[in-house]
C-alpha cells in the first residue's frame, strides 16, 4: 500500500488539480454527447452533469489517494461519467470513447460489467442494487476465505445516492444475519438531499442513521469543509453552526442560485441575532463560499472519513457526505438539474476557467507535473492481473440418479445435488443458498452432507435426526432471511466470485418459484452482470394445488424462456433432469463445452422449473430403452425428445391422422394419456416432452436471423426436426401461461392450439385445477381434434 495522503498539503492540492480535471471531463462528456453528436434520430442522449458533479471529490479521493488494486467499487449510476473520466486519466481507456458516452460501442449510460470498455466491478443503473451488490460479494469473500484460504485483502465499496436509500431492496441487504459482521464493508452515501424530481424536504439523517446503527453498522458523518470547521471554531461560531443546522433543507439549497446581498439575505432569514453579527465582516464574495462548504468536498474529510471506515474491522461502515448536486458548475443546486445541461455558452465558460481550449480540452494530465506523475503511480498501484473464469473440473454427464417409483422433480434435484456432493473433485466448489426455504425445497440432505456456513462455529442447541443444521466455517449452504432480492444478489455475486474473490464457484439457489418475480430486478441485474448460476423455482404452477392462487406461478416460465443470459429449464422426469442439471453445473465450471447439445456453449444463469408432483418413470425408461442413452442426452439437453413415437407404439396406425402432443414439465402424465385415447380413436399422438423451451427458441431465432441476414430461406434447426419430425399439428400442454409454448406452431409451420394457464388458481386437487384450466386428458384430446380440422 501507499502512504497516507491525507494531511500532506502538497497532496491535497495535487488531487485538487486532479478533482477540477476529472469534473471537465466528467462534464464535457456528456456535453459532447449531447452536443457534438449528431443522432439523427431526434432523440435527446440525456447525461447526468450535476448528478456526476457531486461525486467528484469523494471519487478523486477514492481513485487517486485511497483504493488499492483488490479493491472492488461500485459507482452510482448517475457518476458514470465521473468514472470514465478518471479511467482514462489513470491510462486506462483510449481518448477515443471519450465523446462516445450513449453511443453503440461506446460508453454506458450507467456502469456496466459487460458492454463498458473500461473495467467494471459492479454493475449499476437499478438503483438500490448496485449499493447491495458489493455488501453480497464481501459475504461471498468471507465464504472463500473460510474454503479456500485467505485470498488478498479487499475493501468491498458502494457510491451510492441518497435517494436510492427509498429503495426497499436496500434494508432487505442491510437487515439480513449472512451481511453482519464485513468489516471490510463501505457504503459512501452522495448525501446531496436532491432527487430526480425536487430538493428534498427536510433531511432524514437521523433516521438513516439509526435504521443503519441498528442492523450494527458503523456510521460516520462528512457534514463541513475546512472553512466552516475554522468559522465554528470562532467566537460566536455555535450560533452559526445552530443555524446551519437547523435550517430548512429547501432554504439551504436555495443558496446555490444566489451571490452578494441577496444571498446574505436569503441566508439570513429565520436566523437568530447572533448570526447575522457573526457574519457582518465577511464579504459578500466569501459569504457564499463559506456558508455552502460541505465535507463531500473536502478531499482531507473525504480522506479521513475513508481512514475511520478502515479503522472499524468488525462490522460494515456507512459514510454520509454532505455534497451539492451540481459542484462546481453553474447548475450547482438547482432544484430541476438532475438532468439539465450546460449550455454550450457555459461550456465554454468552464473550460477556460479550467485553463483549457478546443485543442487541449480531453488531454490528460501532464506525467511530468505532480498532478501526472500521481496519475501514473496510481495506475500502477491499481493495476490488477487477469483472472480466470474456469473452474478447472470436470462435472460428471448424470449421477446416474434412479427412480424405481414415482417421483418429483423437485426431489431428484436434492438428491443429485448430495450425490454431486460425495464427488470430491466437484464437491469443494458447490455453494447453495435459500430465502429461508431450503427445507421445503429439498437441499435438507445437501446441508446434512455439508453443513451450513457461518463465519464462526456455532453450538448447536436441539437434536433433529431429519436435519443437522449444523453451522461453522466449513458449511457449504447460505441461509438467508426472507428475501428474494438477497437470493439473487448473493447468487449473483457468487456467480462471480472467479472475478470478484479470484475463486470460481459452483452456486446453486433454491426458492418457492412464484417468488422468483419477488427477485426479478436481481435476477435481472445478475445475469446483466454476466453471473452464472443455477436457480431453481419450485415447487410451481397450478400443480402446487392445494396452496391457492397466491402460490401459483403461471407466468414463470415466460420469464425463463424471454430474460438474456438465463437457460431456462424444465424436466419431467428424473433422468432428464439428472443429465440437464450435470450440464448446467459443468457448463458453470468451464469443462468441455456440450457439444451434444448441438448449440454454442452458453454463457450465463440456469433456471429451472420443477415441482413436487410424483410422476411414474416408466415412460422416461421406455423412451430410454428405445432411443439409447447417448442419442436420448444429446436430444434432452438440447431442449426436447419424442417421449412416445406413435408409430412405433401403435403400428397398426401407420396411416392414420398424424398430431403431435407437446408437454413440458409436470403435465406429462395428462399429455401420455391424452395419446392413449386418441390411439383408441384412431389417431397416432406423437408426445414430445420438451426440456427447454428456451434452447429450442434460441435454435429457431438463430436459422431464422440467419435466414434474413442472408437473405436465405431458414432451415429448421436439428433439435426441432428430431423431436417433430412429422409436419403434423401440434398442441402445446403447459403448466404456466399458454402463449409461453404457442410459439412452436409457427416454428413448425403447422396449425397449433396452446393450452395452459391464463388465469389464477385457487385452491383444489391436482385433477380439479387441471379440470379448471382444460389440462386433463379430456381436453388435451379435443385440442388435438381442433388442431387436425385447422389442417
Given at each position: ?126 438503483v438500490g442494487l448496485g449499493a447491495a451488490a458489493p455488501l453480497f460479494a464481501a459475504v461471498t469473500r468471507r465464504y472463500v476465505d473460510a474454503h479456500f484460504g485467505a485470498r488478498p485483502h479487499s475493501r468491498f465499496v458502494a457510491l451510492i445516492g441518497d435517494a436510492e436509500l427509498d429503495e426497499g431492496n436496500i434494508w432487505e441487504a442491510v437487515a439480513d444475519p449472512a451481511t453482519t459482521g464485513l468489516g471490510n464493508v463501505m457504503w459512501l452515501v452522495d448525501f446531496n438531499r436532491q432527487s430526480l424530481d425536487r430538493v428534498v424536504p427536510g433531511i432524514r439523517i437521523n433516521q438513516w442513521r439509526g435504521q443503519f446503527e441498528a442492523a450494527g453498522w ?574
Amino acid at each position: 500500500m501507499e502512504p497516507p495522503v491525507n494531511h500532506r498539503e502538497h497532496d491535497l492540492d495535487v488531487l485538487d488539480e486532479i478533482q477540477r480535471r476529472v469534473l471537465w471531463l466528467a462534464t464535457r462528456i456528456v456535453d459532447a454527447a449531447n452536443h457534438d453528436r449528431d443522432t439523427g434520430d431526434g432523440v435527446k442522449v440525456g447525461g447526468h452533469q450535476a448528478s456526476s458533479a457531486s461525486l467528484v471529490t469523494a471519487m478523486t479521493a477514492l481513485w487517486f489517494a485511497h483504493l488499492d488494486a483488490e479493491d472492488r467499487v461500485a459507482v452510482k449510476p448517475h457518476a458514470s461519467p465521473v468514472f470514465h473520466a478518471i479511467q482514462y486519466l489513470l491510462g486506462n481507456l483510449d481518448r477515443s470513447y471519450l465523446p462516445k458516452l450513449r453511443a453503440r460501442g461506446g460508453l454506458q449510460s450507467y456502469p456496466s460489467r459487460t458492454k463498458d470498455p473500461d473495467e467494471v466491478d459492479f454493475s449499476t443503473g437499478s438503483v438500490g442494487l448496485g449499493a447491495a451488490a458489493p455488501l453480497f460479494a464481501a459475504v461471498t469473500r468471507r465464504y472463500v476465505d473460510a474454503h479456500f484460504g485467505a485470498r488478498p485483502h479487499s475493501r468491498f465499496v458502494a457510491l451510492i445516492g441518497d435517494a436510492e436509500l427509498d429503495e426497499g431492496n436496500i434494508w432487505e441487504a442491510v437487515a439480513d444475519p449472512a451481511t453482519t459482521g464485513l468489516g471490510n464493508v463501505m457504503w459512501l452515501v452522495d448525501f446531496n438531499r436532491q432527487s430526480l424530481d425536487r430538493v428534498v424536504p427536510g433531511i432524514r439523517i437521523n433516521q438513516w442513521r439509526g435504521q443503519f446503527e441498528a442492523a450494527g453498522w458503523h456510521v460516520v458523518e462528512v457534514k463541513y469543509g475546512r472553512k466552516l470547521a475554522e468559522a465554528y471554531a470562532r467566537p460566536g461560531g455555535e450560533a452559526l453552526r445552530d443555524w446551519i443546522d437547523r435550517m430548512p433543507n429547501e432554504q439551504y439549497q436555495s443558496l446555490f442560485g444566489l451571490a452578494g446581498p441577496a444571498l446574505r439575505k436569503q441566508f439570513l432569514d429565520g436566523a437568530a441575532a447572533g448570526v447575522e453579527e457573526f457574519i457582518a465582516d465577511i464579504p459578500d464574495d466569501e459569504l457564499g463560499p463559506l456558508v455552502t462548504d460541505l465535507g463531500g468536498h473536502d478531499l482531507a474529510a473525504m480522506l479521513d472519513a475513508y481512514a475511520q471506515c478502515d479503522a472499524v474491522t468488525d462490522r460494515p461502515s456507512v459514510v454520509f457526505a454532505y455534497t451539492v448536486k451540481g459542484w462546481g458548475l453553474p447548475i450547482a443546486g438547482n432544484p430541476r438539474n438532475h438532468s439539465a445541461l450546460l449550455s454550450t455558452e457555459q461550456v465554454d465558460v468552464l473550460r477556460a476557467a479550467h485553463g483549457l481550449s478546443a485543442e487541449t480540452e480531453w488531454d490528460r494530465l501532464d506525467p511530468a507535473t505532480p498532478a501526472g506523475i500521481r496519475a501514473g503511480a496510481r495506475r500502477e498501484a491499481l493495476s490488477r492481473a487477469p483472472r480466470k473464469r474456469a473452474l478447472g473440473v470436470t462435472v460428471p454427464e448424470a449421477t446416474k440418479v434412479r427412480a424405481n417409483k414415482p417421483v418429483s422433480t423437485q426431489e431428484v434435484f436434492g438428491r443429485v445435488l448430495v450425490d454431486l456432493a460425495r464427488d470430491p473433485a466437484v464437491a469443494p466448489y458447490l455453494v447453495t443458498t435459500a430465502p429461508d426455504v431450503a427445507t421445503s425445497t429439498n437441499l435438507a440432505g445437501f446441508i446434512n452432507k455439508t453443513g451450513v456456513f457461518a463465519p464462526t462455529e456455532q453450538r448447536s442447541w436441539t437434536e433433529d435426526r431429519m436435519l443437522r443444521w449444523t453451522e461453522s466455517p466449513s458449511g457449504q449452504h447460505i441461509e438467508l432471511g426472507i428475501s428474494e432480492m438477497n437470493l439473487f444478489l448473493l447468487l449473483g455475486q457468487l456467480g462471480l466470485s472467479w472475478d470478484l474473490s479470484g475463486q470460481p464457484l459452483l452456486p446453486v439457489g433454491t426458492v418457492y418459484d412464484p417468488f422468483v418475480l419477488r427477485g426479478l430486478d436481481a435476477f435481472l441485474y445478475g445475469t446483466y452482470s454476466g453471473s452464472r448460476f443455477v436457480v431453481a423455482g419450485t415447487p410451481s404452477g397450478i400443480t402446487l394445488a392445494p396452496e391457492g392462487g397466491a402460490h401459483q406461478s403461471t407466468i414463470t416460465a415466460s420469464v425463463g424462456l424471454e430474460l438474456p443470459g438465463v437457460t431456462f429449464l424444465e424436466p419431467a422426469y428424473a433422468g432428464s433432469l439428472d443429465w440437464l442439471l450435470c450440464d448446467a453445473l459443468g457448463q458453470i465450471a468451464g469443462g468441455a463445452a456440450p457439444a451434444a447439445t448441438a448449440a454454442p456453449a452458453e454463457d450465463g444463469a440456469y433456471y429451472f422449473r420443477l415441482s413436487t408432483r410424483p410422476i411414474d418413470q416408466a415412460p422416461f425408461e421406455a423412451a430410454r430403452a428405445r432411443i439409447g442413452d447417448a442419442v436420448l442426452r444429446r436430444q434432452v439437453v438440447a431442449g426436447a425428445y419424442r417421449l412416445v413415437d406413435a408409430h412405433q407404439a401403435y403400428p397398426h396406425l401407420a396411416d392414420a391422422p398424424v398430431v403431435t402432443l407437446a408437454g413440458s414439465g409436470a403435465v406429462l402424465p395428462e399429455v401420455l394419456a391424452a395419446a392413449a385415447e386418441l390411439a383408441e380413436e384412431g389417431i397416432a399422438a406423437h408426445v414430445v416432452d420438451v426440456t427447454s423451451l428456451d434452447r429450442l427458441y434460441r435454435a429457431w431465432q438463430r436459422t431464422l436471423r440467419q435466414g434474413v441476414r442472408t437473405a436465405t430461406v431458414p432451415s429448421v434447426p436439428g433439435a426441432l426436426r428430431a423431436a417433430f419430425g412429422d409436419r403434423a399439428p401440434v398442441v402445446t400442454v403447459h403448466d404456466a401461461a399458454s402463449h409461453a409454448m404457442a410459439w412452436l406452431g409457427s416454428a413448425l409451420g403447422v396449425p397449433a392450439v396452446p393450452l395452459g394457464v391464463d388465469e389464477f388458481g385457487q385452491s383444489g386437487t391436482v385433477r380439479e385445477l387441471y379440470e379448471l384450466h382444460d389440462l386433463l386428458p379430456g381436453s388435451i384430446v379435443n385440442a388435438a381434434l381442433a388442431a387436425l380440422s385447422l389442417r
